[in-house]
C-alpha cells in the first residue's frame, strides 16, 4: 500500500462496517455457542469470531497483498510493505455471547514499527470512531466528523474509571484487590467488557481515567491511538501501554493517577 493511510482509513470504513453488518445479521437470538476457549474456560471464541476476521482478513489482502496481518484468531503473516495490519475481529466477546450491548470491530495500521491508523466500529450501535497519527482523533457522525478531545481535568476522587480484567484466575484475584484499593478514593468503577469501547469512550469524554492489565496488542493498538490523538496521555510501567500495564488520563493528573494506581497494587 500507499503512505496514504487517509485513504486507507476510508477503505477500513467499508470492510468494517460491511464485517459488523454480517455479524449483527448472523448472530442468533439469545445466547452465541462457544466454538473455543484460549486462556482459560471463562476466555471464549466464538465462530462469529472467526469468520468476522477471516473476513476483514481476506479484504485487507485483496486491497494491500503485501501488508503484513496480526489478528487475535488466525496466525500472523509478516508481509514485506512495512505495513502490519492489527486486528481484533470482535472485542469484547463475552457481552457478544451473551447479547449485552459493548463489542466492537479493532483495526490498526502500523508503519515501521509505529501505530499510524486507528478505528473501532461499536457493531452493536455503529457508531465508528478513527485516529491518525498526528492527525487527531474523531467520531463520524453520517458523513461529518466530531473531533474528539478526551474528558475534563477532574481530581482523583472525582474520577469515573473504567477497568477490565484478565481470564486467568490468580490474576483476576489480584486486579479484584487493586480495584478493591481504587474504588473508594475515586467516584465509581465501570466494567464496560471491551477494552477498545472503554478507550474510545476516553476520548470521546465519557470516562475519566482507564487501568487495565492484560491487554494484547488487538485490544489496544486501535483505541491507544484514538486516545493519544484525543489528547489523553497512554502510559504504563516503562513508559509504554502493554500487556503488564496500561493506563489512560487527562495530562494534567496523570502522574498522580499513575502513583495511585501502582500503590493500589495493579
Known amino acids: 500500500m500507499t503512505k496514504d493511510f487517509s485513504t486507507a482509513l476510508d477503505q477500513i470504513r467499508i470492510i468494517s462496517r460491511e464485517a459488523a453488518s454480517w455479524g449483527r445479521a448472523n448472530r442468533p437470538d439469545g445466547r452465541v455457542d462457544v466454538a473455543a476457549t484460549k486462556s482459560s474456560p471463562t476466555d471464549v471464541v466464538t465462530e462469529l469470531d472467526r469468520g468476522c476476521e477471516q473476513r476483514i482478513r481476506e479484504a485487507i489482502s485483496q486491497h494491500w497483498p503485501n501488508d503484513g496481518f496480526i ?9 514485506t510493505s512495512g505495513v502490519v495490519w492489527i486486528v481484533d475481529p470482535i472485542d469484547g466477546t463475552v457481552n457478544f455471547v451473551y447479547g449485552v450491548a459493548g463489542y466492537a470491530i479493532s483495526i490498526a495500521a502500523e508503519y515501521q514499527g509505529e501505530t499510524v491508523l486507528g478505528y473501532v466500529i461499536d457493531i452493536s450501535t455503529g457508531a465508528e470512531y478513527g485516529a491518525l497519527r498526528g492527525g487527531g ?11 474528539l478531545t478526551g474528558p475534563p481535568a477532574v481530581p482523583i476522587e472525582q474520577m469515573l474509571v473504567a477497568t477490565g480484567f484478565n481470564y486467568r484466575q490468580e490474576l483476576r484475584e489480584k486486579q479484584g484487590q487493586a480495584v478493591a484499593k481504587l474504588l473508594p478514593h475515586i467516584r465509581d468503577i465501570r466494567r464496560l467488557g471491551s477494552a477498545a469501547l472503554d478507550l474510545v469512550a476516553m476520548a470521546e469524554g465519557r470516562l475519566d481515567a482507564y487501568v487495565e492489565e492484560g491487554l494484547k496488542p488487538w485490544d489496544l493498538a486501535a483505541g491507544e491511538l484514538i486516545a493519544r490523538e484525543a489528547g489523553l496521555i497512554v502510559t504504563g510501567f516503562d513508559g509504554k501501554a502493554n500487556e503488564r500495564l496500561t493506563i489512560v488520563s487527562h495530562n494534567s493528573v496523570a502522574r498522580d493517577f499513575f502513583d495511585h494506581i501502582v500503590r493500589c497494587g495493579f
Do not use: F, I, L, V
Open 71 to 79: 489478528g487475535e484468531e488466525s496466525a500472523p503473516s509478516p508481509g
Open 137 to 147: 482523533a474523531w467520531r463520524w457522525e453520517g458523513a461529518e466528523k466530531r473531533t
